[in-house]
Nanobody, 123 residues
Framework: QVQLVESGGGSVQAGGSLRLSCAASGSIFRVNAMGWYRQVPGRQRELVALMTTSDNTDYSDSVKGRFTISRDNAKNTVYLQMNSLKPEDTAVYYC?????????????????WGQGTQVTVSS
């Protein structure tokens, strides 16, 4: 089907920046929405940012003005530029991509998740 590979996580001090990347590969026919979610232990996974095929974006109120989502359709890759990071941004970040993949010449829907990348922000 479709695999997602994330990169770019790490540790940074408050006020710093990180850029996450997520590349989709496989028998992709079409990519629709691409997004980023995050999760901390004991809490539900929450939406951080989402971008649709028409480049409409949606952000969590907690990251508006600090994070920017973008995508490279030619590379089936989504990015998350995170600026002015705060300790409360510490979490495992997951990318999510949905669309259609080719299954024996038939397009079928997929909804895939990345493996997660840790982001740690220290005060």
């Amino acid at each position: 089907q479709v695999q997602l590979v994330e990169s770019g996580g790490g540790s940074v001090q408050a006020g710093g920046s990180l850029r996450l990347s997520c590349a989709a590969s496989g028998s992709i026919f079409r990519v629709n929405a691409m997004g980023w979610y995050r999760q901390v232990p004991g809490r539900q996974r929450e939406l951080v940012a989402l971008m649709t095929t028409s480049d409409n974006t949606d952000y969590s109120d907690s990251v508006k003005g600090r994070f920017t989502i973008s995508r490279d359709n030619a590379k089936n890759t989504v990015y998350l530029q995170m600026n002015s990071l705060k300790p409360e941004d510490t979490a495992v970040y997951y990318c999510n991509v949905d669309g259609l993949y080719m299954d024996h010449l038939e397009p079928r829907p997929f909804d895939s998740w990345g493996q997660g990348t840790q982001v740690t922000v220290s005060s």
